[in-house]
């Protein structure tokens, strides 16, 4: 009986290790999850919770901005199109998340087919700090050559 009891262990730590998806990968894709979602519902109070109070993008018109410029733009109005994320890469290095891939962007004319939408690839930096993952940076280039 003493073997098997020695398997259970054996076996979460391969079974973890081969799924390869730590708890702090699983969370940092539910968050990058949750920050669109709250973009695209224009939640502004739950936004700045997620960022940083020095939160910075470089965004695909090349234009660097903060969370007031964003928050006024979406309390004047401004609707963000809808993206669809696709995260290729995490690199964790201490308590910094780096996230990396692909989104498509819904272009100005609203079209849902997914097809025509604008791609784009991104960067995207979290940090740690106690128990909490905030969103520092983020820079998202317009793929030139579709």
Do not use: C
Request: net charge positive.
């Amino acid at each position: 009986m003493k073997p098997i009891f020695l398997l259970i262990p054996i076996f979460f730590f391969v079974s973890s290790v081969s799924f390869g998806q730590s708890k702090d990968e699983l969370e940092i894709k539910r968050l990058e999850k949750y920050w669109t979602d709250l973009l695209d519902q224009g939640d502004t109070t739950s936004l700045l919770k997620i960022w940083t109070k020095d939160y910075v993008v470089n965004n695909p018109n090349g234009e660097i901005v903060t969370p007031e410029k964003i928050v006024g733009l979406m309390k004047s109005g401004h609707v963000f199109p809808k993206v669809e994320r696709i995260i290729e890469k995490i690199t964790f290095n201490q308590n910094i998340a780096i996230v990396m891939g692909k989104e498509l962007q819904q272009p100005p004319s609203m079209t849902k087919n997914q097809e025509e939408w604008i791609p784009r690839r991104f960067t995207n930096v979290w940090i740690r700090s106690e128990n909490t993952w905030q969103l520092v940076a983020r820079q998202s280039s317009e793929v030139l050559n579709r």
